[in-house]
């Protein structure tokens, strides 16, 4: 199981609207096309401290390469370009891929 991952960090004064819109018409759209789709809000604990906004993490989760390739080549692309229209300044975003290991 790989996990793809996209973090956002997001303006106050759109967080409320910019959560709902990523609940509610984005990620059940793509959500179809993987595994599993979380939304999670990160509360940094230590080595963060001048972060402006809010933070989000957007995990899809991938049973195999082609659906890995398909999120980072396609949907990542979709969910940015969505975001872009409804949003178009107060957020950023960047990606990083997580290889599962083993659960303990």
Same mark, same amino acid.
């Given at each position: 199981?790989?996990?793809?991952?996209?973090t956002f960090i997001v303006e106050p004064e759109i967080e409320k609207d910019?959560?709902?819109?990523?609940?509610?018409?984005?990620?059940?759209?793509?959500?179809?096309?993987?595994?599993?789709?979380?939304?999670? @809000?990160?509360?940094?604990?230590?080595?963060?401290?001048?972060?402006?906004?809010?933070?989000?993490?957007?995990?899809?989760?991938?049973?195999?390469?082609?659906?890995?390739?398909?999120?980072?080549?396609?949907?990542?692309?979709?969910?940015?370009?969505?975001?872009?229209? @409804?949003?178009?300044?107060?957020?950023?975003?960047?990606?990083?891929?997580?290889?599962?290991?083993k659960s303990y």
């Amino acid at each position: 199981m790989n996990i793809y991952n996209i973090t956002f960090i997001v303006e106050p004064e759109i967080e409320k609207d910019w959560v709902e819109f990523v609940d509610r018409e984005v990620l059940p759209e793509l959500g179809k096309s993987v595994h599993q789709v979380d939304l999670l @809000k990160v509360k940094f604990e230590e080595g963060m401290d001048n972060v402006k906004g809010s933070t989000f993490s957007v995990q899809f989760y991938c049973k195999d390469k082609d659906m890995i390739s398909w999120i980072r080549d396609i949907g990542h692309q979709m969910l940015l370009q969505k975001l872009h229209r @409804k949003f178009s300044k107060n957020w950023l975003a960047f990606a990083s891929t997580l290889e599962f290991i083993k659960s303990y």
